[in-house]
């Protein structure tokens, strides 16, 4: 029998330690290519905390834009079946009246913008042509909207009868407006072209305007069809020094003329004092065009008989507009928001362009009893006498209100002169012209086919175009029928 091999203590050791395994061959095809050898780890703190700040704004960004286009694409397919209805050669398609002015300590920039970005969408959806009214500074708006009532007043009221020599600027441009606006009309009618015979309506972007708006069209119909008289100027007092007259002398030196420094001084002063003069005889451009009535004059002016029973319906489409480094955490919060800045915008211009229904404006009457309890027993009701009526509230008052805060200081801040401030000066409403007013209202029928139809169409999206729509890019490339010959630049 074979003796065993000893095993001794270094073959031991040698079968402890382990062996280390060969490290695995780089690629050949990066190695050829040049490209650094890299290992993946994790990266560092500072790293992770930048990619998750900016990874979530991103998303935030990518979800609110979302969002913002499905929600304004609800209300355009709720309206396109407008567009595609065949409109007679003959008839002039519908045209609404858009008024928009620049924010208060802002240009008139933001809001075209503002109408381009929430407001054209849905309109050219719905194959509306539209007119724009715009105002660049306080009060434009307003003489605007006043100045075109008083056109369609005169036509009605006195034939068109100018007098060359009492013709002021004002006068000048208002009958030249009038003639073109007839002889457009003139060349319509001899072609057979008619106007729309539905409702046409006004489209409001803003507080500001809306205030404007309600104040131009209490000074169209209540206000006279010529400017105020402008009041006498007082004589002028003299402030200058009085000049004392010496008595005559005898002397014959006395006579003499004026020596030549004396002579020389007169001249020099004299330019100077004719530059002074043409400088206060310029006439100031005023700031704001003045109004024809003021609103304490509503209660005795007369309404006149070619007002109608009812006026245009309006819409009304919100605007907050807020400036001021301070105020950044609020706006960041908003542009992270604006779906429902856009939801809220199309539900109210899906309502101008079906026009199904329209509302007149009423006034609210609050009441309030009286908490004496000596007066009021405890166990009954309060006495009918007790129930006095406070407040008469149009709703026309209440519209938008929550913008003055956003507005600049600029706005609040008086102005030297008898300038009125209609974004300043609470809102004025004479029955009269408060009641014949209206407003566009979407009905809870074509919510919720809006709603319905959205549902379908997300059914009907495969994978591929939810990620476009997510991203933002245009997977429908087709030109709809009320866009051709509309390609391009478009300024309206």
């Known amino acids: 029998m074979a003796d065993k091999p000893a095993v001794g203590l270094t073959d031991t050791?040698?079968?402890?330690?382990?062996?280390?395994?060969?490290?695995?061959?780089?690629?050949?095809?990066?190695?050829?290519?040049g490209l650094p050898k890299t290992r993946f780890k994790l990266p560092s703190r500072n790293w992770l905390i930048f990619l998750s700040v900016?990874?979530?704004?991103?998303?935030?960004?990518?979800?609110?834009?979302?969002?913002?286009?499905?929600?304004q694409q609800r209300w355009c397919n709720l309206?396109?079946?407008?567009?595609?209805?065949?409109?007679?050669?003959?008839?002039?398609?519908?045209?609404?009246t858009i008024f928009l002015s620049a924010p208060p300590g802002d240009s008139l920039r933001a809001a075209r913008d503002h109408f381009h970005e929430y407001v054209k969408p849905v309109l050219v959806a719905g194959a509306m042509?539209?007119?724009?009214?715009?105002?660049?500074?306080?009060?434009?708006?307003?003489?605007?909207?006043?100045?075109?009532?008083?056109?369609?007043?005169?036509?009605?009221?006195?034939?068109?009868v100018r007098d060359a020599e009492d013709d002021t600027e004002e006068k000048a441009k208002a009958g030249l407006a009038e003639e073109a606006e007839d002889l457009v009309q003139n060349l319509r009618d001899t072609a057979g072209v008619k106007e729309w015979e539905g409702v046409q309506g006004d489209l409001v972007l803003g507080r500001n305007t809306w205030k404007e708006y309600v104040r131009g069209l209490h000074e169209g119909w209540l206000g006279p069809l010529e400017p105020r008289p402008e009041p006498l100027p007082e004589p002028a007092i003299s402030t200058d020094t009085p000049v004392s007259i010496t008595p005559q002398s005898s002397f014959a030196d006395d006579a003499t003329p004026k020596t030549d420094q004396t002579t020389a001084a007169s001249d020099q002063q004299a330019p100077d004092q004719k530059d002074v003069a043409k400088e206060k005889e310029?006439?100031?451009?005023?700031?704001?065009?003045?109004?024809?009535?003021?609103?304490?004059?509503?209660?005795?002016?007369?309404?006149?008989?070619?007002a109608p029973?009812?006026?245009?319906?309006?819409?009304?489409?919100?605007?907050?507009?807020?400036?001021?480094?301070?105020?950044?955490?609020?706006?960041?919060y908003r542009f992270l928001n604006r779906r429902y800045l856009a939801d809220e915008t199309g539900r109210e211009v899906a309502a101008?362009?079906?026009?199904?229904?329209?509302?007149?404006?009423?006034?609210?009457?609050?009441?309030?009893?009286?908490?004496?309890?000596?007066?009021?027993?405890?166990?009954?009701?309060?006495?009918?006498?007790?129930?006095?009526?406070?407040?008469?509230?149009?709703?026309?008052?209440?519209?938008?209100?929550?913008?003055?805060?956003?507005w600049h200081k600029s706005a609040w801040q008086p102005r030297a002169g008898d300038e009125e401030r209609v974004w300043k000066d609470p809102m004025v409403i004479d029955a009269r012209v408060g009641n014949r007013m209206r407003r566009f209202e979407l009905c809870a029928d074509d919510e919720e086919r809006a709603k319905r139809d959205e549902g379908v169409d997300a059914a009907a999206k495969g994978a591929w175009d939810s990620v476009t729509d997510l991203m933002g890019w245009e997977s429908d490339t087709s030109v709809k029928g009320w866009e051709h010959g509309l390609i391009g630049d478009e300024s309206g």
């Open 13 to 33: 050791a040698q079968d402890a330690v382990p062996v280390s395994q060969p490290k695995p061959a780089r690629n050949p095809v990066f190695q050829m290519l």
């Open 54 to 71: 900016t990874g979530s704004f991103t998303t935030a960004i990518l979800y609110d834009r979302y969002h913002k286009r499905k929600a």
């Open 79 to 96: 309206v396109s079946h407008i567009g595609q209805e065949p409109l007679p050669a003959t008839t002039m398609p519908r045209r609404v």
């Open 129 to 160: 042509d539209w007119n724009v009214v715009e105002g660049r500074r306080e009060g434009d708006v307003r003489a605007g909207l006043a100045e075109k009532i008083r056109m369609r007043r005169r036509k009605a009221e006195r034939p068109p």
């Open 282 to 306: 310029k006439p100031k451009q005023p700031t704001q065009i003045p109004s024809y009535i003021s609103p304490s004059d509503y209660s005795s002016a007369p309404l006149p008989q070619s």
């Open 309 to 332: 029973e009812a006026l245009p319906p309006s819409a009304v489409v919100p605007f907050p507009h807020l400036l001021g480094f301070f105020n950044t955490p609020i706006r960041i």
């Open 352 to 406: 101008l362009v079906l026009a199904s229904h329209i509302r007149a404006c009423n006034a609210n009457v609050e009441n309030a009893s009286n908490p004496d309890p000596a007066t009021t027993p405890s166990n009954t009701a309060p006495l009918l006498a007790d129930v006095v009526p406070i407040q008469k509230r149009w709703e026309q008052e209440g519209v938008l209100q929550g913008e003055e805060r956003d």
